[in-house]
């Protein structure tokens, strides 16, 4: 079973500023089929990024995603106020990621 | 527009079961599974299973495995995830979403949540 550790578990940034979200698979994923996924309170998810590096689609180019094997990045170029929400990797059949939180600073 | 409707919040008693429907419309209901997610309050989301939606093959993650099972009514274009022996473990949100086989493409449509909430 593929476990995937995401860090940092929080990023405290400010808008206009760059968050690099790291998920680290206990093995390597197949068909590069890992997916990102953006949860804030009260809402579903929202799919981000998928194929590792693909955004879904009406995902501003700001969300990028990267990585292959068992190391996975999830970029955001220059943080806007609506970015700030927990983010979650997944490949597909398996667990999400534990979670990393993008707030305020 | 595509889109997956829930049923509504449930309050179940410990040890009883619960049975959460999900409906989508505006696409082909056969041509992608459906998986099923759930999140705690304060917890991290939790992926507990998928289901072909034109077979009706499954698959569950190894804690939910003998606790649960997904279903589907074609005819309805409706899937069911019906969880058995609650405990006030299983209070959260419940999520169903559709991806097309294989997941390469992701988790792309999401219902609105069903709170389930276990209480004696």
């Known amino acids: 079973e593929i476990v995937l550790t995401q860090s940092p578990g929080t990023l405290s940034l400010s808008p206009g500023e760059r968050a690099t979200l790291s998920c680290r698979a206990s093995?390597?994923?197949?068909?590069?089929?890992l997916a990102w996924y953006q949860h804030k309170p009260g809402q579903a998810p929202r799919l981000l990024i998928y194929?590792?590096?693909s955004r879904a689609t009406g995902i501003p180019d700001r969300f990028s995603g990267s990585g292959s094997g068992t190391d996975f990045t999830l970029t955001i170029s220059r943080l806007e106020p609506e970015d700030f929400a927990v983010y979650y990797c997944?490949?597909?059949?398996?667990?999400f990621g534990g979670g990393t939180k993008v707030e305020i600073k | 527009q595509v889109q997956l409707v829930q049923s509504g919040a449930e309050v179940k008693k410990p040890g009883a079961s619960v049975k959460v429907s999900c409906e989508a419309s505006?696409?082909?209901?056969?041509?992608?599974?459906i998986s099923w997610v759930r999140q705690a309050t304060g917890q991290g989301l939790e992926w507990m299973g998928w289901?072909?939606?034109?077979?009706?093959?499954?698959g569950y993650a190894q804690k939910f495995q003998g606790r649960v099972t997904m279903t589907r009514n074609t005819s309805i274009s409706t899937a069911y995830m019906e969880l058995y022996s609650l405990t006030s473990d299983d209070t959260a949100v419940y999520y169903c979403?559709?991806?097309?086989?294989?997941?390469?493409?992701?988790?792309?449509?999401w219902g609105q949540g069903t709170t389930v909430t276990v209480s004696s």
């Open positions: 979403a559709r991806a097309q086989k294989g997941g390469y493409y992701g988790m792309d449509v």
């Open positions: 505006g696409y082909t209901f056969i041509s992608y599974d």
């Open positions: 289901m072909n939606s034109n077979s009706g093959n499954t």
């Open positions: 093995q390597s994923v197949t068909g590069g089929s």
């Open positions: 194929g590792a590096s």
């Open positions: 997944q490949q597909y059949t398996y667990n």
